[in-house]
């Protein structure tokens, strides 16, 4: 069974910098996408960034210059990252690491979650 665990919110001010964190286990096969998504109250779910097998990216244009999505180096650690820079109060909300299967465990997974708040 697919597992993802997320890490790396927290609080912090306008202007700085956070990394997050998933590790996706429970499977031999490497996901064929990696993505991050984030939801504030009262909106709907967003997808931040998003990295593929081939290390093709995407960026909602809000983050574009500011986040960065990778994949642990290591092919065995289904690890993927989204460095956060120069934060704004807007990109408050829960962030959520989402995994895509195309072989083995097919289908799609989501993590539990990690808050982010920026503020001063």
């Known amino acids: 069974q697919v597992q993802l665990v997320e890490s790396g919110g927290g609080l912090v001010q306008p202007g700085g910098s956070l990394r997050l964190s998933c590790a996706a286990s429970?499977?031999?096969?490497?996901?064929?996408?990696m993505a991050w998504y984030r939801q504030a109250p009262g909106t709907q779910r967003e997808l931040v960034a998003r990295?593929?097998?081939?290390?093709?990216?995407?960026?909602v244009d809000s983050v574009k210059g500011r986040f960065t999505i990778s994949r642990a180096r290591d092919n065995a650690k289904n690890t993927v990252y989204l460095q956060m820079n120069s934060l704004k109060p807007e990109d408050t909300a829960v962030y959520l690491c989402?995994?895509?299967?195309?072989?083995?465990?097919?289908?799609?997974?989501w993590g539990q979650g990690t808050q982010v708040t920026v503020s001063s």
């Open positions: 429970g499977s031999i096969f490497r996901p064929n996408a």
């Open positions: 990295i593929t097998l081939d290390g093709s990216t995407y960026y």
């Open positions: 989402n995994v895509e299967y195309v072989v083995g465990p097919r289908g799609t997974y």
